[in-house]
């Protein structure tokens, strides 16, 4: 129920407004959702937007294991709130490899460009 939410939704959602959304099929504590939630990030069906603090479903059919090279990127638009899912192999593959000659050891990246669609900015114009 929570990624049908999700999936339905036109932009982000935070736990709290996915709860108020799934009172009336028995969803009643914030734990119900965020476990719901984190399994569904842990098996690649939704993202987590940190700059907003909320979940947005996956838009790209992409395997999302560590040991795919496949960067995701998010482009969140400030004004009408659209997020758009960009994926991309051999920049990710580039950006392991970046981290990796330093020796440190990622175990997240999270890139999100935060700005104007260009929907809101042919309106702006």
């Known amino acids: 129920m929570v990624l049908d939410k999700l999936e339905a939704a ?25 476990r719901a939630l984190e399994v569904l990030v842990k098996d690649g069906f939704v993202h987590r ?6 979940f947005v479903a996956c838009s ?15 482009a969140i638009c400030d004004t009408c709130g659209q997020v758009i899912e960009m994926s991309d192999e ?21 890139i999100e460009f935060r700005g104007t669609c260009a929907k809101c900015a042919a309106i702006a114009a």
């Open 10 to 34: 036109r932009g982000p959602l935070s736990a709290y407004t996915l709860l108020d959304q799934l009172r009336e099929h028995g969803f009643r504590a914030p734990l119900q959702v965020y």
């Open 60 to 74: 790209e059919p992409h395997d999302h294991s560590h040991h795919n090279h496949r960067m995701t990127a998010f």
């Open 90 to 110: 051999l920049v990710g593959k580039q950006l392991d490899d970046w981290v990796g000659s330093t020796g440190f050891v990622a175990k997240k990246a999270v």
């Open 49 to 54: 937007l940190e700059s907003l603090n909320a």
